[in-house]
């Protein structure tokens, strides 16, 4: 019975369709054995039927079981966050409010988890994610309300790169009159004022400091 209910639950709509009409000829075929009017042109008509409604189930099965062959496999294991970490999508985001310049927010970045790494946003979703998060958290005190990022231009002036991946910036969302390359202001904030817009600033700053894992 478990086997014939596991091959009915796999089984295609049509190739359903056929096996119900099989097991209602084959019905069909055992009243009639048991009547009156039964006779041998009778019993070849049904053998002829069955043998022809057997022939199809068997194509459609072989059908199914390519249909099946063909369908990807999901061969990744299932990852979830550490505790205490936020998943968007396919990363793990910590915000870090024990403040410091952009090098402490770096190193304790490092330090949270053997992959995390400062925050790289590389697209209008994960940034609308992020930003819409720190909104809701509703501070206000000077020096945790801003949140260093992962971008810097101190290896070359006016080249915003991601710390930890040597890669330019591919999607921005910069404040306004930013970045403004003034000074120091070598290090990107999340700058609250602009609605947590990208601003450019001097890296010795105290900030708070968003990490990521990227599964």
């Not at 084959?26 to 022809?52: F, G, H, P, W």
């Not at 000077?142 to 040597?166: L, N, P």
């Amino acid at each position: 019975m478990l086997r014939s209910f596991l091959i009915i639950a796999t089984m295609n709509t049509s190739s359903f369709t056929v096996l119900c009409l099989l097991i209602l000829h084959r019905n069909v075929a055992q009243l009639l054995t048991k009547s009156n009017n039964y006779d041998d042109v009778s019993k070849q008509c049904i053998d002829r039927e069955l043998r022809i409604l057997k022939k199809i189930f068997m194509e459609e099965i072989a059908k199914f079981r390519l249909e099946m062959k063909s369908l990807p496999v999901n061969t990744e294991p299932f990852v979830s966050c550490p505790a205490g970490w936020i998943q968007f999508q396919s990363s793990c985001y910590i915000f870090g409010y024990d403040y410091g310049n952009w090098t402490h927010g770096k190193n304790q970045c490092e330090r949270k988890h053997g992959s995390s790494k400062y925050l790289r946003i590389t697209s209008k979703a994960e940034d609308t994610f992020i930003r819409d998060y720190v909104k809701g958290q509703g501070l206000t005190d000077y020096k945790t309300r801003d949140f260093w990022i992962g971008g810097t231009d101190a290896a070359q002036d006016g080249v915003f790169m991601w710390e930890g991946h040597s890669q330019e910036f591919t999607y921005t969302n910069w404040g306004p009159g930013n970045p403004d390359r003034t000074g120091t202001a070598d290090c990107v904030i999340l700058f609250q004022r602009s609605q947590y817009k990208w601003h450019d600033t001097s890296c010795s700053n105290d900030n708070s400091y968003i990490c990521e894992i990227e599964l």
